[in-house]
Structures are given as C-alpha cells and as structure tokens.
C-alpha cells in the first residue's frame, strides 16, 4: 500500500501543507526523501547488517554513498554516517503513517535529520548523481 499512504479519499496529502501546520519543513522533507526512497525500491534492510549479517538490534548502523546498505558497528567503514536505531523507528512510522497524522515534536528534530541525510544519500547512490537540491538545502 505504497501509493495510499500519499493520498485518502482521493484527496493528495499535501507535503508542502504541513509546514504550514507545524511551522518546519524539517518533518516534511524528510518524509517525501524516506517515501522516495521507499517508493524507488531503494530502502536498505533496516534490521540487519548488509555485511555480515548480524542484527542491528538498537544499535546504530551505518551508511556512506557506494554501496546501498546499512552496516554494524564491525563492518563500518570508515567515513560512514550513522543511523540510529531511533532514525529506523522513525522510518518505520513514516512507512505506516500518514504524514498529517505524525505530529511534529522539536526533539524529533535530529532524528528526522538523520533519516533525511540517509534517504538522500540513498537517492543519490542509486540516481549516480549529486542532487543540486540538496547542496541548496545545506546551505540554509
Ligand atoms: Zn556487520
């Protein structure tokens, strides 16, 4: 049910909207860059290492730009960013909640950051292509 998380009754939930109703585009952006992912077919295993194996358990795993994945703390590489276990169950509501029924709160802030670092990491590694948008994004 991909597609019908976007929409209900035919009726588009608006990404742009929400920031409107929570006053951050934080939320927002980092849902539509998880769904393009998702939606891309891009979304890595989110519960266990693409090295060895092992479950990621509540323990942060890793990712860097050229090899899709998520990796434990033992096959990390170094220069890879991580993703803690709060960003995955972060990514977990995003995929079975509607965007307006997610309510925004300041200290979801990093998180939301982490998990839009990772999908917009992902977006580039499967496009092979650095998105303009999000030097732009950087700089604000
Ligand atoms: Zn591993």
């Known amino acids: 049910m991909?597609?019908?998380?976007?929409?209900?009754?035919?009726?588009?939930?608006?990404v742009t909207a929400a920031p409107k109703r929570t006053g951050d585009w934080n939320l927002p952006l980092s849902y539509f860059a998880f769904w393009t992912v998702r939606l891309g077919g891009w979304l890595p295993r989110f519960d266990r290492c693409a090295g060895c194996d092992a479950p990621l358990g509540s323990k942060?795993?890793?990712?860097d730009a050229h090899q899709p994945g998520l990796f434990c703390e033992k096959c990390r590489r170094s220069g890879m960013k991580p993703?803690?276990?709060?960003?995955?169950?972060?990514?977990?509501r995003f995929a079975g909640e509607r965007l307006d029924r997610i309510e925004f709160e300041k200290s979801m802030q990093p998180i939301a950051g982490e998990l839009r670092e990772a999908s917009l990491t992902w977006i580039e590694h499967n496009?092979?292509?650095?998105l303009i948008t999000r030097e732009?994004?950087?700089?604000?």
């Open 60 to 63: 942060p795993a890793f990712y």
């Open 136 to 140: 732009l994004l950087e700089q604000t």
């Open 127 to 130: 496009l092979e292509r650095r």
């Open 2 to 14: 991909p597609a019908a998380a976007y929409e209900t009754q035919n009726k588009p939930v608006s």
């Open 83 to 92: 993703l803690r276990h709060e960003a995955r169950l972060l990514a977990e």
